[in-house]
């Protein structure tokens, strides 16, 4: 068990509802997403193991977190981060029992095609 990572794909269009509402657009089972298990599927069930949304629309960045920031944050020749690390600069907090998601949305300016 540990704290897993995810980025859900938009259309550039509703950007300003993304960016003011972002749970709307993050699937109800992440990781049933990623490991192609049913939503909600408990117990015994065997997963496909594949990804259940198109790899265009969904990543999976499980244990990849700090390396992300990594070269996200370096190579600029003027020390500044490079524009893709505001999708990995913060951190999740721990809330007693759970723990309490970070997320972020990038404006379709942000990506680069």
Known sequence: M???YY???FD???YEEAKANPERFIGSDPL???WGFEPGATGAI?????QALPKEDFLYLDKAWQELQAITRNGC?????RPAHRMFEGYTDW???WFKSWLRTISPE???P
């Open 2 to 4: 540990g704290i897993r």
């Open 77 to 81: 020749d003027n020390d500044e981060y």
């Open 95 to 97: 809330r007693g029992f």
């Open 12 to 14: 550039p269009d509703m």
């Open 110 to 112: 942000e990506v680069v």
């Open 46 to 50: 065997q997963p496909s193991f594949q």
């Open 7 to 9: 980025a859900y794909a």
């Open 32 to 34: 049933a997403d990623a």
